[in-house]
């Protein structure tokens, strides 16, 4: 098990057990790998400084997903490049056309 990360809340994660990481206002909602979600008073900026560290990558204003669970992505010429994770039934993640060529270095790397 890796180095937990403090998240606020007065709660320490593991940074394998986290899926994605979504912004609510000032707060984020996490969502982890064994299906439960919790909400920190931490911004997701904040949070995805002290994941620099790990594979996690922005894909939108509002989303950090955490690589090791990405599913697949499709590439949609108009809509530009869904995720989905591997671990839920998620709705697809909207890859945002700014973050676009650095998630295909990325991935690629």
């Given at each position: 098990?890796?180095?937990a990360?403090?998240l606020?809340?007065?709660?320490?994660?593991?940074?394998?057990?986290?899926?994605?990481?979504e912004?609510k206002?000032?707060?984020?909602?996490i969502h982890?790998?064994?299906?439960s979600?919790?909400l920190s008073s931490?911004?997701?900026?904040?949070?995805?400084?002290?994941?620099?560290s790990?594979?996690?990558?922005?894909?939108n204003?509002?989303?950090?997903?955490?690589?090791?669970?990405?599913?697949?992505f499709?590439?949609?010429?108009?809509s530009?490049?869904?995720?989905e994770?591997?671990?839920?039934?998620t709705?697809?993640?909207f890859?945002?056309?700014r973050?676009?060529p650095?998630?295909?270095?990325?991935?690629?790397?």
């Open positions: 098990m890796k180095e990360i403090h606020g809340s007065r709660r320490e994660v593991a940074p394998d057990k986290i899926e994605r990481l912004s206002g000032n707060y984020t909602l982890l790998t064994d299906g979600d919790f931490i911004t997701l900026g904040t949070l995805q400084k002290r994941l620099s790990f594979r996690f990558f922005r894909v204003r509002s989303t950090l997903i955490n690589l090791d669970y990405l599913g697949r499709t590439i949609h010429s108009q530009g490049i869904l995720l994770t591997k671990k839920r039934n709705q697809d993640i890859l945002s056309r973050r676009e650095a998630f295909i270095a990325y991935i690629n790397a």
